[in-house]
């Protein structure tokens, strides 16, 4: 009789294979909802991430954009009593050339009573830099006009200018061709599109400008529409992340 309660005791104090395989399998499942659930907040953690460093990196350059719009046409003739006109390289002439993908303008940005020849320029490839399409910033001393240089048939501006220096400001920008606005807008202080067409400008120094001053001087703001996507794919969605910021900085000088 004791034999046999020790048996049923014995018997009753382990688990079944039966219950113990389920008793795994719920634990399967248990652990494979938390691993989901840590993978989908690591993929939504890495996308905000991206999301944060493009919106961070066209914040800056369109601060600086207008940074550079603000102190453009500065300092202007009026202020000396013996200027040398347009060629002068110590005066700002202000916007030189502008085209829907390319800006060109003069003015002490860095405010350090230097003249600086200031560019935007998109660039739709380039086969040394794989983030292309990108938008890039020179910045170049106006240098003295160079008599046997000069664009006599423009209205001023000078042929005798370094040549320029780019530097990627923005990477993997979105192509703005087929776009309602190109990456550059121009606006009179009524607020009217001016439509510069292909390009208008002083003196086109190897651009697709053409000479237009009377259009140019027309101008009094610039807004610039920034489309870029992420280099690298959102992992819950497979696709790139696009971010769009514009803004419109006027021309003070």
Known sequence: MTDTRKSRKTRQAGFSLIELTISIL???????????????????????????????ENRDFVD?????????GYPISDIYQNSGGPND??????????TPTYLRFEGDVY????????????YQSDVNDPNCPCLRRSVQPKQPADPLKVDTTAAGGTLGQLPPLYYTEVQNVIDPAGMSQGLFT??????NVVNVGTGIGYDAL??????????????????????????????QTGQNVVNSISTIAELEN
């Open 89 to 98: 390289p110590t005066v700002a002439m202000g916007l030189v050339e502008a």
């Open 206 to 235: 190897g651009q697709t400008g053409v000479s237009d001053p009377a259009t140019l001087q027309k101008i009094d703001a610039i807004k610039v529409n920034l489309n870029t996507r992420s280099s690298q794919v959102d992992l």
């Open 111 to 122: 405010g350090d009573g230097t003249v600086y020849s200031v560019e935007y320029k998109y």
């Open 186 to 191: 121009y606006f009179e202080a009524n607020g």
């Open 64 to 72: 600086r954009f207008a940074r550079d719009i603000h102190m453009a």
């Open 26 to 56: 719920i634990l399967v499942i248990i652990m494979g909802a938390i691993f989901k659930q840590i993978d989908n907040i690591q993929k939504q953690t890495k996308t905000e991430s991206m999301k944060l460093d493009l919106t961070q």
